[in-house]
């Protein structure tokens, strides 16, 4: 990727290559199996995951397991208050939409069958909103997901954790034809290029949720912002794991599932 095609320096200091600080604060809450607060810079998701003994109708009977994950924005987490869903009375679209990515995303990260016939819930609520909100739901979700089954293999109900890859993800986009990672709210609504991508710990591509808002890309340029993102889930990842602090044990349990 030709360095001029990345953005030299943003408002915040930050150079095309470098994301916001990532924390991940693990047991959070504590009544959920695994929990969360990740924060992407002033971007905070309270992340849960809950372990419920039965699937979905269409998986009884196939000792299968499922994750599946719900997303919302507190009503005060954007400059102006967000109603809640259930004032409504419907879910709106764009939480619809960033909850099945969010599910889709955690589901490639467990071996279902060594799961077992039982559903993880991961709960994604944004307590404040600058931007990314749906990386950082993934991203903070995973960590709660792994919480959520190694205390699933702690209390003897698995004989292994059954994780078959770290999953993270992270916003890149083209701002004045110039390319750049994790954007912040300010970025995103300027974007002329605005694309999510989800990778796993092999550099293996889970999703890509990829738009024009203002502007046409070009296949150099979405090549560009892949790297980009592979860089950023790189370090992600990285993060993860010293959140994590996986000991010999339960690396064996890993291997073994």
């Keep these: 990727m030709a360095k001029n095609c990345v953005v030299e320096s943003r408002m915040d200091g930050r150079s095309g290559y470098d994301m916001r600080e990532v924390s991940f604060q693990r047991g959070f809450s504590c009544y959920a199996e695994g929990s969360c607060l990740v924060s992407f810079g002033k971007t905070k ?39 809640r869903d259930i004032s409504r009375g419907k879910l709106n679209g764009r939480s619809s939409e ?53 205390y699933l293999w702690r209390s003897g109900k698995l004989n292994s954790i059954p994780l078959r890859s770290y999953v993270a993800a992270v916003s890149v986009g083209k701002i004045s034809g110039k390319l750049l990672t994790d954007l912040c709210y300010d970025e995103d609504s300027r974007a002329e290029v605005d694309m999510n991508v989800v990778m796993d710990g092999l550099g293996r591509l889970i999703e890509i949720q990829g738009t024009g808002e203002k502007d046409t890309f070009s296949r150099d340029e979405m090549n560009g912002m892949l790297d980009l993102a592979s860089k950023s889930v790189e370090e992600l990842i990285a993060l993860q794991e010293r959140a994590l602090e996986m000991d010999g044990e339960e690396m064996e349990a890993i291997a073994s599932s």
């Excluded at 979905?56 to 599946?68: A, H, K, M, Q, Y």
Aim: proline fraction near 3%.
């Design 45 to 83: 998701v309270l992340c849960t995951a809950s372990v419920e003994e039965k699937v979905p109708p269409f998986l009884r009977g196939s000792d299968r397991g499922w994750v599946t994950a719900e997303y919302s924005l507190l009503p005060r987490s954007t400059s102006t208050r967000v109603s």
């Design 98 to 150: 960033i909850q099945r990515l969010v599910g889709r995303s955690l589901r490639a990260a467990v071996d279902m069958e060594s799961l077992g016939e039982r559903t993880i819930w991961i709960d994604c609520d944004v307590l404040q909103a600058d931007g990314g909100t749906r990386s950082a739901a993934v991203t903070g979700g995973f960590v709660a997901l792994v919480d959520a089954l190694r």
